[in-house]
């Protein structure tokens, strides 16, 4: 498939074996959506399409968004990658997971800027915290990495974190996302049933809705 320049893809990562939750996190619901494409509807407004990455597609059977399996099968986060990037048709894509349901339309248009002013000389943005740790998930990475991720994953080297020290990865520090409600916010993850009730309570409380 030819890529079209520019950031208009999305990805949804829905695959995972759930340890820490007990279940699949994809099953969750918001508003009557499956998670994922409750996130979905979320970045069709920045983006032309949403890949979704899983294992269960069967579950997506009626959804609008393109739905993928694992090229290469067990190989976590990265394999969905792999999976996403080869189908999207945009040069590069923002990736994120079905468990992270937080979002920003400001963040989403600081990456998309960044990366035209990049222009094409990137291989992914992600952001650094001060820590020195990646956030791997909502990131950009370019379809043209493809190669590296199949060595990568060829290597049994499945880190994503890894991957982009390798790369020539353009960040964005911590305090460039404090507007947008910081790490907090936006790295939030629903590893565990704990994570999963404060966020429904979260939003029952109408404390995190989208912005």
């Not at 995972?16 to 996190?25: E, I, L, N, Q, Y």
């Not at 590069?92 to 963040?107: E, G, K, R």
């Not at 704990?194 to 429904?200: P, R, T």
């Amino acid at each position: 498939m030819t890529s079209r320049d520019g950031v208009i893809s999305a990805i949804i990562l829905c695959g995972g074996k759930s340890t820490r939750a007990g279940f699949d996190k994809q099953t969750l619901r918001i508003d009557g959506l499956l998670i994922a494409e409750w996130i979905a509807k979320g970045l069709s407004a920045a983006f032309e399409e949403v890949i979704l990455v899983t294992n269960q597609p069967r579950l997506y059977s009626d959804s609008r968004c393109r739905v993928v399996e694992d090229i290469i099968q067990n190989r976590g986060p990265l394999g969905g990658i792999h999976a996403g990037l080869s189908s999207c048709t945009g040069a590069f894509a923002f990736v994120t997971a079905c468990d992270m349901p937080n979002s920003s339309q400001a963040y989403l248009s600081l990456l998309k800027k960044k990366a035209a002013q990049a222009e094409g000389r990137i291989d992914a943005m992600a952001v650094r915290l001060e820590n020195g740790m990646l956030e791997s998930m909502n990131a950009l990475y370019a379809k043209r990495i493809l190669p590296q991720i199949e060595e990568a994953l060829a290597k049994g080297e499945p880190s994503v974190s890894g991957l982009l020290r390798r790369l020539n990865t353009r960040y964005v520090s911590e305090a460039e996302i404090m507007p947008f409600g910081g790490r907090e916010h936006l790295f939030f993850n629903m590893n565990t049933p704990k994570e999963v009730d404060f966020f429904y309570a979260q939003r029952r409380c109408g404390k995190e809705e989208r912005r």
